[in-house]
């Protein structure tokens, strides 16, 4: 239970129980999970688990604290949350914290020195951030750093208009415990050519539709077609063809030990020959990616693999949860050729992101959930800003 994993690290430190006591319901405030103390760890959303792990990394005041990506997958209330907790720690000097982050604009107001390392690792520059940012933004920016207040180097093309509808939602309601849905009486369409966002605060339930649109999950009230089926009763190979979904923990679903055989897996010799292609456009070379194992890329590199092994099959559907998790600069630009191409050939794209820069830079319609429901689901405006 959510308790418990806070209290763990404080239990093999030989706190006292009273201390802990008081000290488990504090940080989980202090992350945005207050209330939650007798949830089960497991049932929360990958948001819910990146505040929770969090939580068990501040509770016992530590004098080091190494945080790496700690803001992913959070929404704009658990992130501003996050960085004002570090920001307090900072003022008092009760760590030091070594913040290892692609969210630049949260990250750089709190850095008394910056660390910037090129692909290989070596240092481009340390120093005073201003400093840095003098002498060193050109070559940051061309190893394909975000800078702060950097947009993207381009975006996606007009939406085309819909097409006919390819999956859909009636009514669909579930829970992991039936109790308690975490999908409430859902009615959705998509169509071909749509470029949505699925939004909204943690544990909102976007993963979860987005597991029911592609038959990861079964609703236990209404149902859900796609291509005119059931998707959780289609055989597999007819389902890869119909639809795509990239987990927000991409090692989830890799099953090989090489990247090369991982990428191939199951492919007709039409689409083995575009392999080399896709991959060198995603930034992982198969003259260099091979041989190694999907389980040690880093987050990014395992987010670009797991897009290449659907993308190559050019679904009709593309299921992305969280799609631009640990991506830099390069990574993301990349990313984003790669899904115009694609939705250039009338395929459907629904992606459940708490990346504003990706709404704009992709979203043709944004779809907003909130504890379980649908509360807007309306036209992407040019000029509009998305939590």
Not at 9 to 25: F, I, K, S
Not at 100 to 107: F, G, N, P, R, T
Not at 185 to 201: C, H, K, S
Not at 306 to 323: F, G, H, K, N
């Amino acid at each position: 239970r959510v308790e418990d994993e806070v209290a763990f690290g404080l239990e093999n430190r030989a706190w006292p129980r009273d201390a802990m006591r008081a000290r488990v319901p504090q940080v989980l405030d202090d992350v945005g999970l207050a209330g939650t103390e007798r949830a089960r760890s497991r049932r929360l959303s990958g948001g819910q688990q990146q505040r929770l792990a969090g939580a068990g990394a501040l509770a016992p005041r530590p004098g080091l604290l190494v945080l790496d990506e700690p803001t992913a997958n959070l929404d704009e209330q658990g992130s501003t949350a996050l960085i004002a907790t570090l920001s307090a720690i900072r003022q008092a000097k009760a760590a030091t914290i070594v913040l290892i982050e692609h969210q630049v604009d949260l990250a750089w107001p709190l850095a008394d020195m910056v660390l910037a390392l090129d692909a290989t690792g070596r240092p481009i520059d340390v120093g005073k951030p201003k400093a840095v940012l003098s002498r060193s933004a050109d070559a940051m920016r061309g190893a394909g750093i975000w800078l702060p207040g950097e947009a993207a180097a381009q975006r996606l093309g007009s939406p085309r208009d819909p097409g006919d509808v390819l999956v859909r939602s009636d009514g669909v309601r579930f829970g992991y415990d039936r109790a308690e849905p975490v999908v409430r009486d859902l009615t959705f369409r998509a169509a071909a050519g749509e470029r949505i966002a699925l939004v909204g605060p943690n544990g909102a339930g976007k993963s979860t539709l987005s597991r029911l649109l592609v038959g990861l999950l079964r609703p236990d009230h209404g149902r859900v077609e796609l291509a005119g089926r059931d998707p959780a009763r289609m055989p597999a190979a007819t389902l890869a063809r119909h639809a795509g979904y990239v987990f927000q923990e991409p090692e989830r679903q890799f099953l090989t030990q090489t990247v090369g055989a991982e990428v191939r897996l199951g492919l007709t010799a039409e689409e083995r020959g575009q392999v080399d292609e896709l991959m060198t456009r995603l930034g992982l070379p198969l003259d260099r990616f091979e041989g190694r194992s999907p389980y040690r890329l880093s987050g990014g590199e395992g987010r670009r693999l797991s897009l290449a092994c659907i993308l190559i099959r050019r679904p009709e559907v593309l299921v992305l949860d969280e799609p631009t998790f640990g991506q830099d600069r390069l990574g993301y630009e990349g990313l984003l050729a790669i899904l115009d191409g694609h939705l250039d050939q009338g395929a459907c794209l629904i992606a459940a992101t708490h990346d504003r820069r990706f709404v704009r830079d992709v979203a043709g319609r944004v779809v907003e959930m909130e504890a379980g429901w649908i509360v807007r689901d309306e036209p992407m405006t040019p000029a509009e800003d998305v939590a």
